[in-house]
């Protein structure tokens, strides 16, 4: 593991593995935030990862830029890695294609790429996508994989409320909102499960570094998941 570190203000440390968006140096990404994590330090106030980097604040009162950088190479340059750092997770997320209240777009999108409604859907379920970070929303994921073909601008006007669960389309990427929000995306589907809940003691469904595949089912299965589902029957420990 290669690292370039440089100072963000007088409380972090910033850590870049590379220069583009790939599987590879993400794996990195969420590697050094484990062992971070892991190592309990206690000047550490706080972690962000991102696609590419990875930012490490401490408290300036008790360390230095200099010495939280020496620490933070030892940790990371270490051969020893602890089993939890290799744990991934693949959630099969069920998600309803059929209803025009829950993918109200569907049929526009289909249109703008001159094809079927369900070779859309169908190009939308064949990725197996990646969660490169959480943000924007509580427990948003940022996702990597979408199909090319399926690349297509916001819309116009933003809607003023997007349910939660809705899954939707917006230039190269694809998302699900976590919660009812105002936001643009080209809506495609919805999930019948939530994505996020504060009373809970892990309140996001996502964490980084899980990979992520739409699995379609019918409105009369959605009804059913949303009543009596349980979302970790959908989630497979890799």
Request: net charge negative; proline share 7%.
């Amino acid at each position: 593991m290669t690292l370039k570190t440089y100072p963000l203000g007088n409380e972090a440390v910033v850590i870049s593995f590379g220069d583009t968006i790939d599987t590879h140096i993400h794996d990195q990404v969420v590697e050094s935030y484990q062992r971070v994590q892991q190592a309990k330090l206690e000047v550490v106030t706080d972690l962000v990862p991102t696609y590419r980097t990875l930012a490490v604040y401490y408290d300036w009162r008790m360390t230095s830029y200099r010495d939280m950088k020496a620490t933070l190479e030892r940790l990371l340059l270490s051969d020893r890695m602890s089993p939890e750092t290799s744990e991934r997770r693949i959630i099969h997320l069920p998600v309803c294609y059929e209803s025009e209240e829950f993918a109200p777009d569907l049929h526009t999108l289909a249109d703008y790429h001159d094809v079927s409604v369900s070779t859309v859907i169908e190009r939308h379920i064949n990725p197996l996508y990646r969660v490169y970070m959480i943000g924007f929303l509580p427990g948003f994921p940022y996702l990597g994989g979408l199909d090319s073909r399926l690349q297509t601008p916001r819309l116009s006007e933003p809607r003023s409320q997007v349910p939660a669960g809705s899954v939707g389309i917006a230039g190269g990427q694809t998302g699900i909102y976590p919660v009812e929000s105002p936001g643009g995306w080209q809506i495609i589907g919805r999930t019948p499960f939530a994505l996020f809940n504060p009373n809970h003691e892990q309140p996001t469904l996502f964490r980084m570094g899980d990979w992520l595949t739409f699995n379609p089912i019918s409105l009369e299965r959605y009804d059913q998941l949303k009543q009596d589902g349980n979302i970790n029957d959908f989630i497979e420990e890799a």
